[in-house]
Protein backbone atom coordinates (compact mmCIF):
# COMPACT_ATOMS: atom_id res chain seq x y z
CA UNK A 1 0.00 0.00 0.00
CA UNK A 2 1.11 3.62 -0.64
CA UNK A 3 2.67 4.86 2.10
CA UNK A 4 0.52 7.63 4.03
CA UNK A 5 1.91 11.34 3.50
CA UNK A 6 2.46 13.76 6.60
CA UNK A 7 2.89 17.52 6.67
CA UNK A 8 4.51 18.75 9.59
CA UNK A 9 3.93 22.20 10.97
CA UNK A 10 6.75 23.23 13.21
CA UNK A 11 9.72 21.38 13.91
CA UNK A 12 10.73 22.51 17.55
CA UNK A 13 11.11 20.37 20.17
CA UNK A 14 8.24 18.22 19.37
CA UNK A 15 8.47 17.85 16.09
CA UNK A 16 12.14 17.30 15.81
CA UNK A 17 11.44 14.40 17.99
CA UNK A 18 8.71 13.17 15.94
CA UNK A 19 10.91 13.23 12.82
CA UNK A 20 13.86 11.50 14.36
CA UNK A 21 11.49 8.45 15.65
CA UNK A 22 9.75 7.61 12.96
CA UNK A 23 12.87 7.78 10.48
CA UNK A 24 14.89 5.79 13.13
CA UNK A 25 11.79 3.41 13.34
CA UNK A 26 10.30 2.96 10.22
CA UNK A 27 10.43 -0.47 9.37
CA UNK A 28 9.08 -1.18 12.59
CA UNK A 29 5.82 1.40 12.45
CA UNK A 30 5.49 -0.11 8.50
CA UNK A 31 4.74 -3.41 9.54
CA UNK A 32 2.88 -2.18 12.76
CA UNK A 33 0.76 -0.08 10.52
CA UNK A 34 0.04 -2.09 7.61
CA UNK A 35 1.89 0.89 5.11
CA UNK A 36 4.60 3.26 5.64
CA UNK A 37 4.67 7.09 7.19
CA UNK A 38 5.78 9.17 5.16
CA UNK A 39 6.76 12.92 6.39
CA UNK A 40 7.01 14.20 2.89
CA UNK A 41 6.79 18.20 3.86
CA UNK A 42 8.08 20.44 6.80
CA UNK A 43 6.82 24.09 7.69
CA UNK A 44 9.22 25.99 10.01
CA UNK A 45 9.27 29.68 10.71
CA UNK A 46 13.01 29.09 10.40
CA UNK A 47 13.69 27.09 7.28
CA UNK A 48 17.45 26.87 7.75
CA UNK A 49 17.00 25.06 11.40
CA UNK A 50 14.15 22.82 9.91
CA UNK A 51 17.06 21.54 6.92
CA UNK A 52 19.20 20.97 9.20
CA UNK A 53 16.78 18.41 10.85
CA UNK A 54 15.24 16.89 7.95
CA UNK A 55 18.22 17.37 5.18
CA UNK A 56 16.79 15.82 1.81
CA UNK A 57 14.12 13.78 3.55
CA UNK A 58 11.56 16.02 3.38
CA UNK A 59 10.49 19.59 1.59
CA UNK A 60 10.90 22.50 3.97
CA UNK A 61 8.50 25.28 3.41
CA UNK A 62 8.60 28.42 5.56
CA UNK A 63 4.23 29.03 4.77
CA UNK A 64 2.27 26.24 6.47
CA UNK A 65 -0.58 26.79 4.03
CA UNK A 66 1.94 25.61 1.32
CA UNK A 67 1.29 22.17 3.38
CA UNK A 68 -2.49 22.39 3.80
CA UNK A 69 -3.04 23.09 -0.19
CA UNK A 70 -0.93 20.48 -1.16
CA UNK A 71 -3.70 17.60 -2.07
CA UNK A 72 -0.96 14.77 -1.86
CA UNK A 73 -0.85 15.31 1.90
CA UNK A 74 -2.65 12.95 4.35
CA UNK A 75 -2.46 13.92 7.65
CA UNK A 76 -1.19 17.89 8.74
CA UNK A 77 0.38 17.41 12.35
CA UNK A 78 0.47 20.36 14.61
CA UNK A 79 3.38 20.91 16.90
CA UNK A 80 3.41 25.04 16.76
CA UNK A 81 1.61 25.57 19.99
CA UNK A 82 -0.86 27.90 20.98
CA UNK A 83 -4.49 29.43 19.91
CA UNK A 84 -3.32 31.92 17.39
CA UNK A 85 -1.86 30.57 14.06
CA UNK A 86 -2.28 27.07 15.09
CA UNK A 87 -5.74 27.33 15.58
CA UNK A 88 -6.02 28.75 12.51
CA UNK A 89 -4.13 25.91 10.52
CA UNK A 90 -5.36 23.46 12.25
CA UNK A 91 -9.08 24.41 11.32
CA UNK A 92 -8.23 25.06 7.49
CA UNK A 93 -6.35 21.61 7.14
CA UNK A 94 -9.71 20.35 8.23
CA UNK A 95 -11.62 21.65 5.61
CA UNK A 96 -8.72 20.88 3.00
CA UNK A 97 -10.06 17.14 4.33
CA UNK A 98 -6.68 16.48 5.99
CA UNK A 99 -6.78 14.11 9.17
CA UNK A 100 -5.04 15.87 11.86
CA UNK A 101 -2.59 15.38 14.88
CA UNK A 102 -2.16 17.35 17.06
CA UNK A 103 -0.44 18.19 20.50
CA UNK A 104 -1.70 21.65 21.68
CA UNK A 105 -3.89 21.03 24.88
CA UNK A 106 -4.31 24.79 24.91
CA UNK A 107 -5.66 25.11 21.84
CA UNK A 108 -8.39 21.35 22.40
CA UNK A 109 -9.29 23.02 26.15
CA UNK A 110 -10.40 26.43 24.78
CA UNK A 111 -11.18 25.28 21.05
CA UNK A 112 -12.23 21.74 21.38
CA UNK A 113 -15.53 21.87 20.67
CA UNK A 114 -15.39 23.66 17.51
CA UNK A 115 -12.55 21.91 16.20
CA UNK A 116 -14.42 18.16 17.31
CA UNK A 117 -17.68 19.62 15.08
CA UNK A 118 -15.55 20.68 11.99
CA UNK A 119 -13.82 17.33 11.85
CA UNK A 120 -16.74 15.70 12.45
CA UNK A 121 -18.39 17.30 9.44
CA UNK A 122 -15.65 16.42 7.66
CA UNK A 123 -14.98 12.80 8.40
CA UNK A 124 -11.49 13.55 9.41
CA UNK A 125 -9.63 12.71 12.35
CA UNK A 126 -8.33 14.87 14.90
CA UNK A 127 -5.57 13.23 16.93
CA UNK A 128 -4.16 14.25 20.40
CA UNK A 129 -2.51 11.44 22.50
CA UNK A 130 0.48 13.90 22.82
CA UNK A 131 -1.97 16.61 24.29
CA UNK A 132 -2.03 14.78 28.05
CA UNK A 133 0.90 13.30 29.67
CA UNK A 134 3.34 13.56 26.78
CA UNK A 135 4.61 9.59 26.24
CA UNK A 136 1.85 8.43 28.53
CA UNK A 137 -0.56 6.91 26.17
CA UNK A 138 -3.66 7.74 28.80
CA UNK A 139 -5.83 8.68 26.20
CA UNK A 140 -6.03 5.33 24.71
CA UNK A 141 -6.23 4.55 28.06
CA UNK A 142 -9.28 6.14 29.24
CA UNK A 143 -10.94 6.41 26.08
CA UNK A 144 -10.46 2.33 25.04
CA UNK A 145 -9.07 0.54 27.55
CA UNK A 146 -11.27 1.68 30.65
CA UNK A 147 -14.30 2.16 28.53
CA UNK A 148 -16.39 -0.36 30.54
CA UNK A 149 -16.44 1.78 33.69
CA UNK A 150 -18.09 4.31 35.23
CA UNK A 151 -14.98 6.55 35.74
CA UNK A 152 -15.49 8.18 39.15
CA UNK A 153 -12.37 9.86 39.40
CA UNK A 154 -8.71 11.06 37.73
CA UNK A 155 -5.93 12.41 39.39
CA UNK A 156 -2.68 13.32 38.06
CA UNK A 157 0.71 15.02 37.98
CA UNK A 158 0.20 16.04 34.58
CA UNK A 159 2.59 19.03 34.31
CA UNK A 160 6.57 18.37 33.96
CA UNK A 161 7.54 20.98 34.66
CA UNK A 162 6.23 22.21 37.95
CA UNK A 163 7.01 18.79 38.93
CA UNK A 164 10.32 19.23 37.87
CA UNK A 165 10.95 22.11 40.26
CA UNK A 166 9.06 20.67 43.09
CA UNK A 167 11.06 17.95 43.07
CA UNK A 168 14.31 20.26 42.66
CA UNK A 169 13.60 22.40 45.25
CA UNK A 170 12.62 19.99 47.66
CA UNK A 171 15.60 17.48 47.00
CA UNK A 172 18.59 20.01 46.37
CA UNK A 173 17.11 23.41 47.82
CA UNK A 174 17.60 25.04 44.50
CA UNK A 175 15.57 28.03 43.86
CA UNK A 176 12.05 28.40 41.97
CA UNK A 177 13.67 30.81 39.29
CA UNK A 178 17.09 28.47 38.74
CA UNK A 179 14.98 25.74 38.33
CA UNK A 180 12.93 26.89 35.90
CA UNK A 181 15.49 27.92 33.64
CA UNK A 182 16.48 24.42 33.52
CA UNK A 183 13.28 23.13 32.67
CA UNK A 184 13.08 25.76 29.79
CA UNK A 185 16.72 24.16 28.86
CA UNK A 186 15.58 20.75 28.35
CA UNK A 187 12.50 21.84 26.51
CA UNK A 188 10.12 20.98 29.52
CA UNK A 189 8.43 24.14 29.52
CA UNK A 190 5.39 26.03 27.21
CA UNK A 191 6.61 28.58 25.34
CA UNK A 192 5.11 31.22 27.91
CA UNK A 193 6.59 29.11 31.11
CA UNK A 194 3.31 30.95 33.05
CA UNK A 195 1.15 28.67 31.35
CA UNK A 196 3.20 25.62 33.77
CA UNK A 197 3.91 27.32 36.83
CA UNK A 198 0.45 29.07 36.98
CA UNK A 199 -1.25 25.76 36.45
CA UNK A 200 -2.80 26.54 33.13
CA UNK A 201 -1.09 23.97 31.23
CA UNK A 202 -1.96 20.57 34.12
CA UNK A 203 -5.50 22.44 33.57
CA UNK A 204 -5.95 22.19 30.01
CA UNK A 205 -4.78 18.73 30.09
CA UNK A 206 -7.60 17.97 33.41
CA UNK A 207 -9.98 19.70 31.25
CA UNK A 208 -9.35 17.22 28.03
CA UNK A 209 -8.87 14.17 30.35
CA UNK A 210 -12.48 15.23 32.48
CA UNK A 211 -14.32 15.49 28.77
CA UNK A 212 -13.10 12.07 28.19
CA UNK A 213 -13.83 10.21 31.63
CA UNK A 214 -17.70 11.47 31.96
CA UNK A 215 -18.92 12.61 28.24
CA UNK A 216 -18.88 15.89 28.70
CA UNK A 217 -17.61 19.22 26.43
CA UNK A 218 -14.48 20.47 27.09
CA UNK A 219 -14.55 23.41 29.30
CA UNK A 220 -11.42 24.61 30.56
CA UNK A 221 -13.14 28.11 31.48
CA UNK A 222 -14.78 26.24 34.50
CA UNK A 223 -11.60 24.68 35.76
CA UNK A 224 -10.15 25.69 38.73
CA UNK A 225 -6.39 26.66 38.19
CA UNK A 226 -4.03 27.32 40.87
CA UNK A 227 -0.34 27.01 40.43
CA UNK A 228 2.95 26.86 42.71
CA UNK A 229 4.11 30.00 42.68
CA UNK A 230 2.53 30.50 46.14
CA UNK A 231 4.18 27.45 47.98
CA UNK A 232 6.99 27.90 50.24
CA UNK A 233 9.72 25.73 51.48
CA UNK A 234 8.61 26.25 54.78
CA UNK A 235 4.88 24.25 53.11
CA UNK A 236 7.42 21.56 51.53
CA UNK A 237 8.91 21.48 54.56
CA UNK A 238 6.14 20.74 57.14
CA UNK A 239 4.25 18.69 54.54
CA UNK A 240 7.29 16.48 54.46
CA UNK A 241 6.75 16.43 58.92
CA UNK A 242 3.35 15.50 58.51
CA UNK A 243 4.15 12.00 55.96
CA UNK A 244 2.79 13.98 52.87
CA UNK A 245 4.53 15.31 49.75
CA UNK A 246 3.54 19.03 48.16
CA UNK A 247 2.25 18.40 44.36
CA UNK A 248 0.53 19.95 41.37
CA UNK A 249 -2.34 18.37 41.01
CA UNK A 250 -5.15 18.13 38.10
CA UNK A 251 -8.63 16.47 39.46
CA UNK A 252 -11.46 15.56 38.08
CA UNK A 253 -14.22 13.75 39.57
CA UNK A 254 -17.65 12.81 40.01
CA UNK A 255 -19.77 13.71 42.62
CA UNK A 256 -23.86 13.67 43.32
CA UNK A 257 -23.82 17.42 42.61
CA UNK A 258 -21.58 17.43 39.50
CA UNK A 259 -17.77 17.25 38.09
CA UNK A 260 -15.08 18.53 39.58
CA UNK A 261 -12.54 20.24 37.52
CA UNK A 262 -9.66 21.53 39.79
CA UNK A 263 -5.95 22.15 39.49
CA UNK A 264 -3.73 23.46 42.67
CA UNK A 265 -1.15 22.18 44.64
CA UNK A 266 -2.24 19.50 46.70
CA UNK A 267 -0.69 17.19 49.91
CA UNK A 268 -0.42 13.78 48.63
CA UNK A 269 0.26 11.32 51.63
CA UNK A 270 4.23 10.23 51.29
CA UNK A 271 3.38 6.36 50.88
CA UNK A 272 1.14 6.69 47.61
CA UNK A 273 2.99 5.36 44.71
CA UNK A 274 2.00 9.05 42.65
CA UNK A 275 3.68 11.58 45.72
CA UNK A 276 7.22 9.25 44.80
CA UNK A 277 6.79 11.05 41.22
CA UNK A 278 9.71 13.10 40.30
CA UNK A 279 11.84 15.26 37.73
CA UNK A 280 9.63 16.10 34.79
CA UNK A 281 7.73 12.41 35.21
CA UNK A 282 4.19 12.96 35.18
CA UNK A 283 1.48 9.69 36.49
CA UNK A 284 -2.35 9.55 36.49
CA UNK A 285 -4.39 7.46 38.70
CA UNK A 286 -7.69 6.74 37.71
CA UNK A 287 -10.45 5.36 39.22
CA UNK A 288 -13.41 3.20 37.47
CA UNK A 289 -15.87 1.27 39.12
CA UNK A 290 -15.23 -2.16 37.54
CA UNK A 291 -11.73 -2.03 37.64
CA UNK A 292 -11.20 -0.04 40.72
CA UNK A 293 -7.28 2.48 40.71
CA UNK A 294 -5.09 2.14 37.69
CA UNK A 295 -2.14 4.49 37.43
CA UNK A 296 -0.20 5.35 34.74
CA UNK A 297 3.66 6.79 34.82
CA UNK A 298 6.10 7.88 32.53
CA UNK A 299 7.83 11.01 30.72
CA UNK A 300 5.55 13.72 30.35
CA UNK A 301 7.20 16.28 28.41
CA UNK A 302 10.35 16.32 26.46
CA UNK A 303 11.17 16.04 22.41
CA UNK A 304 11.10 12.17 21.77
CA UNK A 305 8.39 10.57 25.07
CA UNK A 306 5.85 13.40 23.23
CA UNK A 307 6.77 11.89 19.62
CA UNK A 308 6.23 8.77 21.17
CA UNK A 309 2.99 9.69 21.48
CA UNK A 310 2.44 11.72 17.97
CA UNK A 311 3.44 8.70 15.95
CA UNK A 312 1.11 6.33 17.65
CA UNK A 313 -1.70 8.92 16.30
CA UNK A 314 -0.18 8.71 12.83
CA UNK A 315 -0.37 4.73 13.27
CA UNK A 316 -3.97 4.38 14.37
CA UNK A 317 -4.35 7.14 11.44
CA UNK A 318 -2.79 4.76 8.97
CA UNK A 319 -4.84 2.15 10.15
CA UNK A 320 -8.06 3.88 9.98
CA UNK A 321 -7.50 5.92 7.28
CA UNK A 322 -9.81 4.18 5.04
CA UNK A 323 -12.35 3.41 7.45
CA UNK A 324 -15.99 4.36 8.01
CA UNK A 325 -15.99 7.89 10.33
CA UNK A 326 -18.85 5.83 11.95
CA UNK A 327 -16.67 2.98 12.81
CA UNK A 328 -13.68 5.06 14.43
CA UNK A 329 -13.69 5.99 18.29
CA UNK A 330 -14.98 9.08 19.33
CA UNK A 331 -12.51 11.61 19.92
CA UNK A 332 -13.87 12.18 23.30
CA UNK A 333 -14.89 8.55 24.28
CA UNK A 334 -18.30 9.28 23.82
CA UNK A 335 -20.63 9.20 20.70
CA UNK A 336 -20.95 13.16 19.82
CA UNK A 337 -24.90 13.29 20.09
CA UNK A 338 -24.32 11.58 23.41
CA UNK A 339 -22.44 14.32 25.29
CA UNK A 340 -23.92 15.42 27.86
CA UNK A 341 -25.08 19.72 27.59
CA UNK A 342 -22.20 22.13 28.84
CA UNK A 343 -24.15 23.22 32.29
CA UNK A 344 -26.98 20.00 32.00
CA UNK A 345 -27.22 17.09 34.29
CA UNK A 346 -23.28 17.31 34.56
CA UNK A 347 -22.39 20.41 35.52
CA UNK A 348 -18.92 21.39 36.02
CA UNK A 349 -19.33 22.34 39.91
CA UNK A 350 -18.20 25.95 41.02
CA UNK A 351 -15.07 25.70 43.56
CA UNK A 352 -16.64 26.89 46.49
CA UNK A 353 -19.16 23.39 46.02
CA UNK A 354 -16.13 21.46 45.84
CA UNK A 355 -15.33 19.14 49.16
CA UNK A 356 -11.97 18.45 50.24
CA UNK A 357 -9.48 18.45 53.55
CA UNK A 358 -6.95 21.44 53.81
CA UNK A 359 -3.42 21.94 55.80
CA UNK A 360 -3.44 25.64 56.49
CA UNK A 361 -0.64 27.66 57.81
CA UNK A 362 -1.17 30.49 59.58
CA UNK A 363 1.92 32.91 60.86
CA UNK A 364 0.77 33.94 64.63
CA UNK A 365 1.80 35.95 67.77
CA UNK A 366 3.25 33.74 69.79
CA UNK A 367 0.69 34.25 72.96
CA UNK A 368 -1.89 32.91 75.16
CA UNK A 369 -5.85 32.43 73.33
CA UNK A 370 -4.62 32.42 69.54
CA UNK A 371 -4.91 28.75 69.16
CA UNK A 372 -8.25 28.79 71.17
CA UNK A 373 -9.42 31.50 68.85
CA UNK A 374 -8.30 29.87 65.59
CA UNK A 375 -9.99 26.52 66.24
CA UNK A 376 -13.00 28.35 68.15
CA UNK A 377 -13.71 29.92 64.32
CA UNK A 378 -13.43 26.84 62.52
CA UNK A 379 -15.96 25.02 65.05
CA UNK A 380 -18.03 27.48 64.47
CA UNK A 381 -18.13 27.22 61.03
CA UNK A 382 -18.65 23.48 61.27
CA UNK A 383 -15.02 22.67 60.02
CA UNK A 384 -13.64 19.63 61.38
CA UNK A 385 -9.93 19.39 63.19
CA UNK A 386 -7.66 16.86 62.06
CA UNK A 387 -4.27 17.47 63.59
CA UNK A 388 -2.66 20.77 64.97
CA UNK A 389 0.99 21.08 64.67
CA UNK A 390 2.73 24.45 66.57
CA UNK A 391 6.40 25.46 65.94
CA UNK A 392 8.67 26.82 68.33
CA UNK A 393 8.80 30.18 67.75
CA UNK A 394 12.80 30.42 67.99
CA UNK A 395 12.78 27.49 65.44
CA UNK A 396 10.46 29.79 62.86
CA UNK A 397 11.72 33.29 63.15
CA UNK A 398 14.91 32.61 65.01
CA UNK A 399 15.50 33.28 68.68
CA UNK A 400 13.86 35.58 70.73
CA UNK A 401 11.45 35.41 67.76
CA UNK A 402 7.31 36.29 69.01
CA UNK A 403 5.66 34.90 65.91
CA UNK A 404 5.50 31.46 65.05
CA UNK A 405 3.71 28.83 62.15
CA UNK A 406 0.56 26.62 63.52
CA UNK A 407 -0.59 24.19 60.95
CA UNK A 408 -3.84 22.84 61.09
CA UNK A 409 -5.37 19.80 58.80
CA UNK A 410 -8.80 19.61 58.84
CA UNK A 411 -11.14 17.09 57.78
CA UNK A 412 -13.32 17.21 54.68
CA UNK A 413 -15.20 20.59 54.43
CA UNK A 414 -16.56 22.32 51.76
CA UNK A 415 -14.36 24.86 49.99
CA UNK A 416 -17.60 28.09 50.52
CA UNK A 417 -17.13 27.00 54.31
CA UNK A 418 -13.39 27.33 54.77
CA UNK A 419 -13.32 30.69 52.46
CA UNK A 420 -15.69 32.07 55.22
CA UNK A 421 -13.51 31.12 57.93
CA UNK A 422 -10.54 31.57 56.58
CA UNK A 423 -11.53 35.53 55.82
CA UNK A 424 -12.47 35.66 59.61
CA UNK A 425 -9.35 34.29 61.19
CA UNK A 426 -7.43 36.52 58.49
CA UNK A 427 -9.02 39.70 60.05
CA UNK A 428 -7.65 38.48 63.63
CA UNK A 429 -5.13 40.93 64.92
CA UNK A 430 -2.77 38.06 66.50
CA UNK A 431 -2.74 36.57 62.71
CA UNK A 432 0.29 38.38 61.02
CA UNK A 433 0.48 37.28 57.43
CA UNK A 434 -1.54 35.70 54.57
CA UNK A 435 -2.71 31.94 55.34
CA UNK A 436 -1.17 29.35 53.46
CA UNK A 437 -4.21 27.07 52.09
CA UNK A 438 -2.96 23.42 50.50
CA UNK A 439 -5.97 21.10 49.73
CA UNK A 440 -5.22 17.69 51.05
CA UNK A 441 -5.78 15.04 48.62
CA UNK A 442 -5.46 10.97 50.35
CA UNK A 443 -6.26 9.45 46.91
CA UNK A 444 -7.50 5.90 48.53
P1 LIG B 1 8.67 24.64 20.06
O1 LIG B 1 8.58 26.09 20.34
O2 LIG B 1 9.94 23.93 20.40
O3 LIG B 1 8.38 24.37 18.52
C1 LIG B 1 7.41 25.08 17.79
C2 LIG B 1 7.96 25.29 16.41
O4 LIG B 1 6.94 25.85 15.58
C3 LIG B 1 9.15 26.25 16.37
O5 LIG B 1 10.18 25.71 15.59
C4 LIG B 1 8.55 27.50 15.74
O6 LIG B 1 9.48 28.28 15.03
C5 LIG B 1 7.54 26.89 14.80
N1 LIG B 1 6.53 27.83 14.33
C6 LIG B 1 6.01 28.90 14.97
N2 LIG B 1 5.08 29.51 14.19
C7 LIG B 1 5.03 28.80 13.03
C8 LIG B 1 4.29 28.93 11.83
N3 LIG B 1 3.41 29.92 11.64
N4 LIG B 1 4.51 28.06 10.84
C9 LIG B 1 5.41 27.05 10.99
N5 LIG B 1 6.15 26.88 12.11
C10 LIG B 1 5.96 27.74 13.12
O7 LIG B 1 7.43 23.96 20.79
P2 LIG B 1 7.31 22.44 21.29
O8 LIG B 1 7.80 21.53 20.26
O9 LIG B 1 7.82 22.34 22.66
O10 LIG B 1 5.72 22.33 21.42
C11 LIG B 1 4.89 22.12 20.29
C12 LIG B 1 3.51 21.74 20.78
O11 LIG B 1 3.59 20.53 21.54
C13 LIG B 1 2.86 22.75 21.73
O12 LIG B 1 1.47 22.75 21.52
C14 LIG B 1 3.16 22.19 23.12
O13 LIG B 1 2.22 22.60 24.08
C15 LIG B 1 3.03 20.72 22.84
N6 LIG B 1 3.73 19.85 23.74
C16 LIG B 1 5.05 20.07 24.04
C17 LIG B 1 5.73 19.19 24.86
C18 LIG B 1 7.16 19.38 25.20
O14 LIG B 1 7.70 18.60 25.99
N7 LIG B 1 7.84 20.38 24.66
C19 LIG B 1 5.06 18.02 25.41
C20 LIG B 1 3.67 17.87 25.04
C21 LIG B 1 3.05 18.76 24.23
P3 LIG B 1 10.27 29.44 15.82
O15 LIG B 1 11.05 28.77 16.90
O16 LIG B 1 11.11 30.06 14.77
O17 LIG B 1 9.20 30.35 16.36
N1 LIG C 1 5.07 22.17 29.47
C1 LIG C 1 4.52 20.86 29.56
C2 LIG C 1 5.02 20.19 30.83
C3 LIG C 1 4.92 20.05 28.37
O1 LIG C 1 5.93 20.73 31.48
O2 LIG C 1 4.47 19.17 31.22
C4 LIG C 1 4.20 18.72 28.28
O3 LIG C 1 2.86 18.90 27.99
Known amino acids: MKPIQVGLLGIGTVGSGTFTVLQRNQDEIRRRAGRGIEISMVADLDTARAKAVVGDAAKVVGDAREIIANPDIDVVVELIGGYGIAKALVLEAIAAGKHVVTANKALLAVHGTEI ?61 DVVLKEAQRLGYAEADPTFDIEGVDAAHKATLMSAIAFGIPVQFDKAYVEGITKLSTADIKYAEQLGYRIKLLGITKRTDKGIELRVHPSLVPAKRLIANVEGAMN ?44 HRVPPLAFQSSSLAAAGGELPVLPMADVVTSYYLRIRVS ?17 ISIDAVLQREADEVGGEGSTQTDLIILTHDTREGDMDRALAEIQGLPTVLAPINRIRKEELN
Open 116 to 176: FKAAAEKGVIVAYEAAVAGGIPIIKALREGLTANQIQWVAGIINGTTNFILSEMRDKGLDF
Open 366 to 382: DEAGVLAKITGILANAG
Open 283 to 326: AVVVNGDAVGTTLYYGKGAGSEPTASAVVADLVDIARLHDADPA
